[in-house]
């Protein structure tokens, strides 16, 4: 059984496709990018996935339940045991700190621990940053801290949208080696792009265009 | 850590790191909590307030012995004439004793009055209970119950015993014609009865007053009645023997003694006098009268053996100001006695109290509404300024109902402040109401503390409860839109 399988899925809004018949099959431990023009329907598809939204029509099957179904406690508690998010704008609690952000995931999840939380910090290189309110962090080190933050309670998936999208160079490089750290352990990544450098680690890319799949391409530079 | 712990810290850092906003709210729960608390105070404190101001809707003319060492009831007779009849509302007599309540070691300022006109020139007073409407019954000041714990239908026995100095009387001489004499005795079940009689040209009885409210009504109570003490008439004192009632025999032979060791009562007497009297009302004003103990004339002249002497009459009487020192000049032409002008404010209705507290009561309704609206319009900003925050922790798997918990936790947390905060400003404010309205201070009320913290939490968590639902209704994917 795949981690999840998207089938036939659409989400229609009046009378626009964002999503229109999408197929698309992710194993565990796949790390996968999903690259195409704006609007081709990216965000809205890491919604369905990410237990944000549901489908117009068709099944998204993760770990064999079908979620577009399900009510939205259920769907609370997907996002709570299954999913970790990285968004583009970093989004963080911006009256807590770096860790006491960390510790609001574990809070949702079971219990805060701040040692463990501190522990992530120092896996993203932030540990000496822990007490500083978001505002007092540059783009890349909050980035870092919402990586961190995903990966605290341990998700299957994690799903980053435009995860470096407001990063320069040296703060992308960081958040892609910890993609391919946590690649490592196992966990499976999608990660929405514009960007050809953060799709060439990746195992494939699938394109988005005009809410279809216009193709999938398998890196063949992986693994080398 | 505990999610307690978590939850408390997230709750706190909201509030003390996004000061101003929360700041805004917690002033308007405060000074909501203020005027709520402040109002409480001066509703609960009206009451007394207003007695001491109501007691100037009463008397508005004293009459004081002036010259004499005591006013007379006939130089107030004479006094009166001055005041035309149909101006008179009231008159009342006051005759101030100490009397000492043995049993607990006190002594009370006793005041003799006529009841009926106490309620026409201090219709503040108010009375739990009612007022004493026959003999051996006492009105009680607030002050005073509480001191040795009486309630209504309590018995108090009180002594009162003359001024030293005054000359031994002669029992004999005591006895002689024309006399009246007053004396009492235990009959059944340890009750006083009270005996008064009044002699003849030769010394003889010529009648004789019973009053056995102590004893059981249908049986000693028959003593009272003619049959029975018609036997006395025309009898020379003391009296050997008595013709009992049948099964009154305690009572009877009460009767016999009290009259065989009673004194004169209309001459001064330095015996001690006791009487049992039964409590039926107690007395709030607001005022020093709370101190004192009331019993009727009657019982006042029967007690002190004096029925002429008086310390002052509160007269309430509807004129001008012109008429009235017109009034006040004419007493001051006659012999010991003189008026004096007591300032009174023109309306004189105890229903301005009920009113007022009205007032108090719905002016605090609209300040607990205007209170709600504002917190409510508060935390509704806070919830759209929040929106990002809340569907980040929506998306980071918070259920509605931690959701939920965060913002009340919040509003309650905030109540909690506004309230310790208005419990102390409003005492502030109520206490400068007061100074300034009523011109007098008032108790600070403990338990008001509580009461406000309480209420004002309540009312931010009511107010919370609308932003609530909007904050739950915040869909997790508008963190993916970036807005
Ligand atoms: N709630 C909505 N109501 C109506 N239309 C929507 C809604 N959300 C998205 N759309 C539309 O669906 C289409 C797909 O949007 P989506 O956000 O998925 O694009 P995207 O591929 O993520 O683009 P970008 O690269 O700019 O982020 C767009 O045309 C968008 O306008
Ligand atoms: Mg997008």
Redesign the interface.
């Known amino acids: 059984m795949s981690l999840l399988e998207i089938k036939n899925v659409s989400k229609i809004y009046g009378d626009l496709k964002a999503l229109d018949n999408v197929n698309i099959t992710v194993e565990k431990g796949d790390w996968v990018a999903i690259m195409g023009p704006s609007g081709s329907g990216k965000?809205t598809m890491?919604?369905i996935i990410?237990c944000?939204?549901k489908p117009t029509s068709g099944e998204v099957l993760l770990d064999g339940v079908d979620i577009s179904k399900q009510s939205n406690?259920y769907l609370?508690?997907v996002?709570?045991?299954k999913i970790g998010?990285i968004?583009?704008?970093f989004?963080?609690?911006?009256?807590?700190t770096a860790v006491?952000n960390i510790?609001?995931?574990q809070?949702?999840?079971s219990?805060?621990?701040?040692e463990e939380a501190l522990e992530a910090l120092g896996r993203v290189g932030l540990r000496e940053r822990a007490r500083h309110?978001p505002s007092q962090l540059s783009g890349g080190e909050q980035q870092r801290v919402c990586v961190a933050?995903a990966l605290i309670n341990h998700p299957e998936i994690i799903l980053a949208?435009e995860p470096t999208g407001n990063l320069d160079e040296a703060n992308e490089n960081i958040v892609l080696d910890l993609f391919a750290q946590l690649h490592r352990e196992g966990t499976t990544l999608i990660v929405v792009t514009h960007d050809p450098e953060v799709a060439d680690v990746a195992q494939r890319t699938i394109v988005l265009e005009h809410g279809r799949v216009a193709r999938e391409v398998h890196n063949a530079s992986w693994g080398k | 850590m505990s999610k307690r712990a978590m939850f408390l810290r997230m709750v706190t850092a909201s509030l003390l790191r996004r000061r101003s906003r929360m700041l805004i709210a917690l002033l308007s729960i405060g000074i909501g909590a203020t005027i709520l608390c402040g109002l409480l105070t001066i509703y609960y404190d009206v009451p007394r307030q207003m007695g001491a101001q109501f007691r100037s809707y009463g008397a508005n003319v004293i009459l004081l012995a002036d010259g004499a060492p005591s006013l007379t009831h006939s130089a107030v007779q004479e006094a009166m004439r001055a005041f035309p009849e149909e101006k008179i509302v009231g008159a009342t007599p006051y005759r101030y004793v100490r009397m000492d309540m043995v049993s607990r070691q006190q002594s009370f300022t006793t005041a003799g009055t006529d009841f009926t006109q106490v309620q026409k020139t201090s219709p503040y007073f108010s009375v739990e209970g009612s007022y004493p409407e026959n003999l051996r019954e006492v009105l009680v000041g607030k002050e005073i119950a509480e001191l040795i714990g009486v309630r209504l239908n309590s018995v108090m026995e009180l002594t009162y015993k003359p001024a030293e100095g005054a000359g031994t009387q002669d029992q004999a001489n005591a006895w002689g014609p024309g006399a009246s004499l007053a004396g009492s005795a235990e009959g059944w079940g340890s009750g006083l009865v009270n005996v008064s009689a009044v002699l003849d040209g030769e010394g003889r009885i010529a009648s004789v007053t019973v009053d056995a409210a102590t004893q059981t009504p249908e049986i000693g109570g028959q003593c009272e009645e003619e049959a029975f003490t018609s036997q006395f008439i025309g009898q020379s004192l003391p009296i050997a023997d008595v013709d009992a009632v049948s099964g009154a025999t305690l009572t009877s032979h009460a009767v016999l003694s009290a009259l065989n060791t009673s004194v004169r009562s209309d001459a001064a007497s330095n015996q001690a006098k006791t009487s049992s009297f039964r409590v039926v009302g107690i007395l709030t004003t607001g005022g020093e009268e709370e101190g004192y103990l009331f019993i009727s004339e009657a019982d006042m002249a029967a007690m002190t053996g004096d029925a002429e002497t008086l310390d002052v009459v509160e007269m309430s009487v509807s004129a001008s100001a012109e008429e009235l020192d017109g009034f006040v000049d004419a007493v001051g032409q006659q012999e010991g006695v003189r008026a004096r002008l007591v300032k009174r404010v023109t309306r004189s209705e105890a229903a301005v109290l009920t009113k007022l507290q009205a007032l108090v009561f719905l002016v605090t309704v609209v300040v607990l509404l205007l209170t709600m609206i504002c917190v409510s319009t508060t935390m509704m900003a806070v919830v759209t300024e929040r929106r990002q925050e809340i569907g980040l922790r929506k998306a980071l798997g918070a259920s509605d109902g931690s959701i939920r918990a965060e913002f009340l936790g919040e509003g309650m947390f905030l109540g909690l402040l506004g309230g310790v905060l208005g419990g102390l400003f409003g005492f502030g404010f109520a206490q400068l109401v007061s100074v300034n309205v009523f011109g007098s201070s008032i108790t600070f009320q403990p338990l008001l503390l509580p009461i406000a913290v309480i209420l004002s939490m309540a009312v931010s968590a009511l107010s919370c409860l609308w932003p609530i639902k909007r904050a739950v209704q915040i869909d997790p994917a508008i963190v993916l839109k970036g807005e």
Not at chain 1, 91 to 96: D, T
Not at chain 1, 111 to 114: A, M, N, R, S
Request: zero cysteines.
């Open positions: 965000s890491m919604n990410g944000m939204d406690k609370t508690e996002r709570r045991d998010l968004f583009q704008q989004h963080m609690v911006n009256y807590l006491e510790m609001v995931s809070y949702y999840h219990l805060p621990d701040e309110l933050r949208d």
